[in-house]
């Protein structure tokens, strides 16, 4: 359980980072945060499958941590950068 809560956390950190760097894909601070939160989920599950993350493998050693902080804040960036290039799609084209 707890490794699904740093992948969340991790996630919202992420996104909020991202959408700083590249204000355009900005959602606004709940918007960022929810993205990344969804996104830290599915990126630390996903480097968890693949073996790179703790991934519900339940192992509190550091390299799990450290994968599911590196899968959460990854994850929550890419699905922020995802959603605010399509919501900017969308505005130009409406």
Do not use: P, R
């Not at 700083?20 to 894909?25: E, F, G, P, V």
């Amino acid at each position: 359980m707890l490794d699904i809560i740093i992948q969340l956390v991790s996630g919202a950190i992420g996104g909020n980072v991202a959408a700083s760097l590249k204000k355009d894909l900005s959602l606004g601070t709940v918007g960022n945060s929810i993205a990344g939160i969804l996104g830290g989920a599915i990126g630390g599950q996903l480097l968890g499958m693949l073996g790179l993350g703790g991934g519900g493998e339940g192992g509190m050693d550091i390299g799990s941590i450290l994968g599911d902080v590196a899968g959460g804040g990854i994850g929550g960036g890419i699905l922020l950068a995802i959603v605010g290039a399509i919501k900017q799609s969308m505005a130009k084209k409406g």
